[in-house]
């Protein structure tokens, strides 16, 4: 058992090809299918789809997931999924009258590609008569035109004359997946979240807008085929929620049959008439054609990637592997849009019902605040849009101020039922206060925070005022009942990270309110009125700043996780865990809590946050301490620990660590990538990895160091950065860096 | 608006009308209904109704609540509802053509008899044209045979010669309301949990036969006619779900008209042909009739009320006010059923989808203990008899022996869905064990110690094993992640009611052990051999019971709450309360958490329940510090906080809130009476107040003492109780008490 287990995972290692710029598969075979479909998911910020075979047919209509950012509906009061749109891609194939799923599939191969994001599929499907049919798709998101797509199928017959049967269309006929946000439960009921369909036929095209069911939400689908001139016999094809035409086309040995749909996508979210936007688009990208759109999205993809590639010198698949991270992060980052976010998932899957975590401000932004910074201000200025909610869910806990919660979708409430998460794991407040206040000192925006962050800043810091308890034997503010990142420490008291970062919390909106008065005084009357803000509560601020209980000690110099920490039972993860697989399949949530693991890191994170706070001495005593008790159990956890790794001058432990992460979806490490989708926090771990941990580099308000700390694999690595408005270039060669600053 | 409130509370005090042996009320407005519903709940302990009008009809199928003890069906995985079972009090009633609705009801009066249970409801029907109906129906459950029932309705027309049309039958149109356990949350939906109804013609009677829809579990109920010789000219009168017969009935002015429906109620628990046990059955009752059934049901009564009674030298209310109490309870107690315990509200309502709690063995399982054995002794089999769930239960959080669920139905596996409540309040396993130990002391009842409860208490013994968690610094045990009986405490560590009962748990396993050993050889060796128990076992439970941590002030005497409760925010409740609704309507439960207030004893009820362990000063001093602390937002509150009073000899404090208790239901205290049912914990708390606060009694190992407390209203009392197999009567008067025993 053990034995035939060691042979699948040496398997799943070299099922994938990591070039420096795709990556690709030749296995096609039904058992990799949903591992395949999650490396290869595809997105544009717009929209995302897993990377299913568009002329495959899957069984159920959830396993064909195509999600658009923002775009959620109630699954009961107070609770949003996000939806599973229409199906774009489908084309259905009948090759001489036989099924595809008829044939046996030789020579497959399957290949992503990080310069213009399209998935190429290739095969030789042969039926029992022996007619073998060459079949090639491709399909890509336009980052031109982020409402765009294009879906190409290409036919071959090799050995004979005959017919294919070609169906094309949009396929509303798709149910949502409910995921319980409890990493325990499976999941056993569908949803149907769309109500009324509506049709719309047209000739070598058509579409369909469909509603939500409960909000009467709209999608807009529209889709135009081009047959390269072939002018094949296109008929109607309609269903109850299927919009598309069928044609029968004679094929000749030798001969390709092309086939292109080119596919508008517009939603509620982009205006009053999603229809009429969609259909004036799919005209425009009947226009310019698949080649032109592949052209002009391949011509965006280039300006990302200069801005944002990191090269190495490293093995191919090191290399390869940086670019996908980049790739799948970018791909899902919703980019322009300032009221939504990137989800657990992305757009790659619907586990944690499309939710946005601290992941998204904590591991992912940094790579946009570097290479993307008007990105980063969109992914901060949904926070700000849902800033009133959050000020709701505050009072919901009788509490003043703001109260993001751990879970957000298109609203600010509180999306999370656990109540140890949902209502003790407040961090995310401190988290994204954190967040503005890196965003300030990395790029300078004096508008952002005028309009937006002194807001955010003050009323978090509300929050944190009356969420301390003032403990008047000691002096001393305690935070109780609190839950840190590291989800195995319990529900617990003075959890150190939470108390570090509130208390910075406070310190920015002491420091915002300052800056205010003097940078900004008629603002500020405006902002102080309408918050009611009196002098006072700076005052709270600050004595909850320098009495909050944080434990450390002296002897040991070592900083304590919590109050509860080093009472727990010992234990010795290497008696219990033996793989990558999290230790709560084998020990349940509730015990685990009480024994003196970490789930993921906690003291470590926070020293990555703040690397100026903490000595180095700190940093490897915590190392020394935390490291061999922490499980790894949450995807969070490698990135950060090969950065730590670096800094604390391990750089075997640091490269290990690293791998981790950078291989995370690709080698399926944590096994569920198949069944969850890429993680998209990891993506964004693995980026400050490899950019604060091997190259060294930080920048904040006291400028710009790079201390570079590569390990054995990388002898030179050379990337770009954003600073304060101006572009930069880094060169390391070894234990060398030089810094360029590039202008604006 | 407050003057307005002050009305409303005024009139709800003064509608009912208690008297030594009933209770009764001449407002018959739709606006009390529902509260009428509640206080006039009628039960057998086989089953139970809400007092609702047979001849009236409300809107709503969960609106007519009919329970059965034991009867539980699935609505999700793991999660059961109590299911709402066919409703045979039904009686159409149609006078001159007119619909009841249509009429105007006067002297009204509504009256429920301690003596035999019945439910009287008299009133006079007029319609538009001035002809008046005197109307009287009268419902028992048997307490001779808990499978029948009786209705009545008799109609005499005071000014006319007419017809009344009247429809009798079972009718199966009856729905859930499943109701979250989450004290804040609304209920939304119904569920339909009944499938197939299959009805059953007869002459002058018929009945039905319904499976729940998932696990088809069924009920059978079959009724008989008896109209007195009126030979009316019934007729069949069946629909989709109602078993029944109609007919229409010329009346005479000043002539009654009666009709008695005799109903017989079993269900696939009583056997494999509940349909043929309920056809011999109505034949029975159609034998006796519905007077005979009724002087059957007296009898069963009178002997119930030799046993239970409390008679005081005390204003009628009060002793009417305790009669209720008792009369409630006994009447919603499975008694001879052990596999069924009593939900925390009886079978009178369907809220926390009832479900068992630790209601019943702290609260109300010393009634029993002290009146009834054999009734006591089968709400602790009903425990044994899911030990094997709570056994896997263990096994789920990753631990060894036996963990009780703090919300059971049916099944022994958790209903509890919140994770501060269903894995942290974990004292229910240790209230278990002391109930055990408490029946064992009381009764001396070997067999049980023998066959059951050393099994018991050697499997919870071994679940605190492990979740105490050792601490090497102090050479002592924690009890971390802990929620005490005071669920604002949060969740926190070394709860000291849960420390101390879990000690008090590993003391009663290991002197089990050695009494089996010692007196039952044999048995032991078996038992010995099939739990796998090792010496070794014992030797840790000693270690725990000497070394686990309970924070005693010696400087002040006294004993702390827990860890945190020292560090919470002082508050004062007279500033926010001013009334007995819970505050947490008013402050979220997780604010609530950090203020250092209590939601119900916790100390103080740990106190009363080990009397011996403390000293009077203890007592005293607990008393003083933790009383003002405390909101009484938990109706498990008011009765122990009574039985303290006593104790420490503040009798007026004892008298208020005694009162709170013994009229919580009647007086609607804490108004929620209507919406959510009788508050079975409270009629168990204010025995309790009354026999070992008030009376001053305590029976245990030692023997009995009794040593009374009595308030200004009340100068004397009167009852009996049972103690090791004999029977004993108490007479106070003042504060001499005279304990004579009757012998067996």
């Keep these: 058992m053990e034995q035939r287990n060691r042979g699948k995972e040496a398997e799943k290692l070299k099922l994938l090809k990591i070039s420096p710029w795709s990556v690709s598969c030749e296995d096609g075979s039904q058992e990799t299918l949903d591992f395949r479909e999650s490396v290869f998911s595809q997105g544009n910020g717009y929209m995302g789809v897993r990377g299913y075979p568009p002329e495959g047919e899957k069984k159920h209509g959830f396993e064909r997931s195509t999600f658009l950012s923002g775009f959620f509906e109630y699954i009961k009061p107070g609770t949003t999924d996000m939806v599973n749109q229409p199906d774009f891609s489908v084309f259905r194939l009948v090759l001489n009258g036989r099924e595809l799923r008829e044939c046996t599939c030789t020579g497959f191969c399957e290949e992503l590609d990080f310069r213009n994001g399209a998935l190429t599929r290739r095969y030789v499907a042969s039926d029992a008569e022996g007619r073998r049919t060459r079949v090639e798709t491709v399909r890509f998101l336009s980052m031109a035109d982020v409402h765009a797509a294009g879906v190409r199928i290409r036919l071959t017959p090799e050995n004979y004359d005959g017919e294919v049967t070609l169906t094309a269309g949009i396929d509303g006929g798709v149910v949502n997946l409910p995921i319980s946000d409890d990493q ?409 809590q009480r024994y003196q693991v970490l789930k993921q890191a906690d003291v470590l994170m926070l020293m990555a946050m703040r690397p100026k706070d903490f000595t180095p001495e700190q940093k490897r005593t915590a190392w020394n301490y935390y490291e061999p008790k922490t499980l790894h159990d949450s995807t969070l956890s490698f990135g950060i620990h090969a950065l730590m790794a670096a800094q604390v001058g391990r750089t075997e432990e640091a490269s290990r660590y690293f791998e981790k992460s950078l291989f995370l979806d690709l080698r399926d490490v944590m096994k569920n990538t198949a069944r969850e989708g890429i993680h998209t926090a990891a993506l964004g771990a693995t980026w400050q990895a490899l950019v604060f941990g091997f190259a060294g580099l930080w920048a904040d308000a006291d400028g710009v160091s790079c201390t570079p700390q590569l390990p054995r694999e990388i002898s030179g690595m050379r990337f770009g950065f954003q600073y304060r408005g101006e572009r930069y270039r880094v060169q390391i060669d070894g234990k060398r860096a030089q810094v360029e600053r590039l202008g604006r």
Aim: charged share 30%; with cysteine.
């Design 184 to 592: 325990l439960t499976q999941n056993v009921e569908v949803a149907q979240l769309w109500g009324r369909i509506t049709l719309r036929p047209a000739v070598k095209g058509g579409g369909l807008t469909a509603l939500t069911d409960y909000s009467k939400r709209a999608v807009s689908m529209e889709y135009r085929l081009d047959d390269h001139g072939g002018n094949y016999a296109w008929e109607p094809a309609f269903a109850d929620s299927f919009a598309g035409e069928k044609a029968v086309i004679p094929v000749h040995e030798g001969q390709a049959v092309t086939v292109d749909k080119l596919v508008a996508v517009y939603s509620y979210r982009d205006g009053a008439s999603p229809a009429e936007a969609a259909l004036a688009a799919a005209d425009a990208c009947a226009q310019r054609g698949f080649d032109g759109m592949l052209k002009d999205t391949a011509s965006a993809w280039n300006a990302i990637w200069q801005a944002a590639d990191v090269e190495l010198d490293a093995p191919d698949e090191w290399q390869g592997g940086v670019r996908y991270n980049i790739f799948q992060l970018v791909q899902t980052d919703p980019r322009s849009d300032p009221h939504a976010s990137i989800g657990a998932r992305g757009l790659m899957h619907g586990r944690y019902k499309g939710c946005y975590f601290w992941d998204t401000e904590i591991f992912m932004l940094p790579l946009f605040l570097h290479t993307d910074p008007q990105a980063a201000k969109n992914l901060l200025l949904y926070r700000y849009h849902t800033l009133e909610d959050a000020v709701k869910s505050a009072r919901g806990f009788s509490l003043p101020g703001a109260r993001y919660p751990w879970m957000a979708s298109d609203t600010g409430f509180e999306q999370c039922g656990t109540w140890d998460t949902g209502c003790c794991e407040i961090h995310i407040t401190a988290d994204i206060a954190y967040a503005v206040g890196r965003y300030l000192e990395v790029t300078g925006d004096d508008d952002f925070f005028r309009d937006c962050a002194a807001e955010i800043l003050i009323q978090t810091a509300r929050y944190w005022t009356e969420r301390f308890t003032y403990d008047e034997a000691s002096d001393r503010y305690n935070l109780l009942f609190v839950k840190g990142p590291d989800e195995y420490c319990g529900v617990t008291t003075n959890n150190l990270y939470t108390v570090w970062l509130a208390s910075e919390n406070l310190r920015l909106a002491r420091d915002a309110v300052a800056r205010m008065k003097k940078e900004y005084p008629r603002e500020w009357e405006s902002l102080r009125e309408r918050l009611d803000f009196h002098e006072e509560e700076a005052a709270a601020w600050e004595d909850r700043m320098r009495k909050s209980v944080r434990r450390y000690d002296e002897e040991r110099r070592l900083w304590i996780q919590d109050d509860t920490f080093e009472k727990l039972e010992p234990l010795n993860p290497a008696d219990y865990k033996e793989d990558d697989i999290p230790l709560y399949h084998k020990i349940s949530y509730d015990r685990l």
